[in-house]
């Protein structure tokens, strides 16, 4: 089988590809920037026995979409799978009273828009096989809405639930699947890229199971959601947030 990851440089989308291409899966590895990074991602894929297609693009430019998934069609005969995982998160707690347009407009243009346009493209491909199973990475943060701190982050994974109900409905009737996980404080690059370097381990403590989680947690669900064995799960949400 095939499998697209998106955001598949570091982080959960990495841990996924390696994850999925040691059960069999060919991993097209999407990514924006870091090249150095998904191109260890692509060694471990091709390790593991599995093809690795690399494509760079930003997720949130629809052109850049478009081409993305020119690259897919070249590279590999179909697509089985989707791992709808790129997303960022702003850098700073902010609260929502000091929150600007263009903090509001860089994460939802990723986290929303970009979801929206690779979930579309993925769809499509999926349609005429009348098979296929579509993973989005949500977050617990959907839930308990961040608030004095990433109200904005949390808002687009709300709205990445919200997308993976109303999709899993459309296309149910063509054989496809789409849930979506929800993973809670995860020790990824994530946290530094948003300016807390130290949340990890600040929060992690404060989980009921008093750690934070690892990426390869998180895999190991988008593995069973992608698998035969979820094979009549859909619309559906899998929290791995140990407790929160």
Same mark, same amino acid.
């Given at each position: 089988? &095939? *499998?697209? *990851?998106?955001?598949?440089?570091?982080?959960?989308?990495?841990?996924?590809?390696?994850?999925?291409?040691? #059960?069999?899966?060919?991993?097209?590895?999407?990514?924006? &920037?870091?090249?150095?990074?998904?191109?260890?991602?692509?060694? $471990?894929? %091709?390790?593991?026995?599995? @093809?690795?297609?690399?494509?760079?693009?930003?997720?949130?430019?629809?052109?850049?979409?478009?081409?993305?998934?020119?690259?897919?069609?070249?590279?590999?005969?179909?697509?089985?799978?989707?791992?709808?995982?790129?997303? /960022?998160?702003?850098?700073?707690?902010?609260?929502?009273?000091?929150?600007?347009?263009?903090?509001?407009?860089?994460?939802?243009?990723?986290?929303?828009?970009?979801?929206?346009? *690779?979930?579309?493209?993925? *769809?499509? @491909?999926?349609?005429? #096989?009348?098979?296929?199973? /579509?993973?989005? +990475?949500?977050?617990?943060?959907?839930?308990?809405?961040?608030?004095?701190?990433?109200? $904005?982050?949390?808002?687009?994974?709300?709205?990445?639930?919200?997308? &993976?109900?109303?999709?899993? %409905?459309?296309?149910?009737?063509?054989?496809?699947?789409?849930?979506?996980?929800?993973?809670?404080? /995860?020790?990824?690059?994530?946290?530094?890229?948003?300016?807390?370097?130290? @949340?990890?381990?600040?929060?992690?403590?404060?989980?009921? +199971?008093?750690?934070?989680?690892?990426?390869?947690?998180?895999?190991?669900?988008?593995?069973?959601?992608?698998? $035969?064995?979820?094979?009549?799960?859909?619309?559906?949400?899998? $929290?791995?947030?140990?407790?929160?």
């Amino acid at each position: 089988k &095939t *499998v697209l *990851v998106t955001g598949a440089s570091a982080g959960i989308g990495a841990a996924s590809a390696r994850l999925l291409a040691r #059960n069999g899966y060919d991993v097209a590895i999407g990514y924006n &920037t870091d090249r150095a990074g998904a191109g260890a991602v692509a060694r $471990d894929v %091709e390790a593991a026995g599995g @093809r690795a297609l690399l494509l760079q693009g930003d997720v949130g430019d629809p052109a850049q979409v478009d081409a993305l998934f020119a690259g897919l069609d070249a590279g590999f005969p179909r697509l089985d799978a989707l791992v709808n995982n790129a997303g /960022i998160v702003s850098r700073g707690r902010t609260r929502v009273e000091d929150m600007d347009a263009e903090r509001l407009q860089a994460v939802f243009r990723v986290n929303v828009i970009g979801a929206f346009l *690779v979930a579309r493209n993925a *769809v499509r @491909r999926m349609i005429p #096989n009348r098979a296929g199973a /579509i993973v989005n +990475m949500s977050s617990a943060a959907a839930r308990i809405a961040s608030p004095n701190q990433y109200v $904005d982050y949390a808002a687009t994974k709300g709205a990445l639930d919200v997308l &993976t109900r109303g999709l899993a %409905e459309e296309v149910a009737p063509q054989g496809i699947r789409v849930n979506a996980v929800r993973p809670g404080i /995860i020790a990824t690059e994530l946290h530094a890229k948003g300016g807390e370097p130290g @949340r990890v381990e600040d929060l992690g403590p404060k989980v009921p +199971m008093r750690r934070a989680g690892q990426a390869e947690e998180v895999a190991e669900a988008v593995l069973w959601l992608l698998s $035969d064995a979820a094979s009549y799960v859909t619309a559906s949400f899998v $929290d791995v947030a140990g407790g929160r």
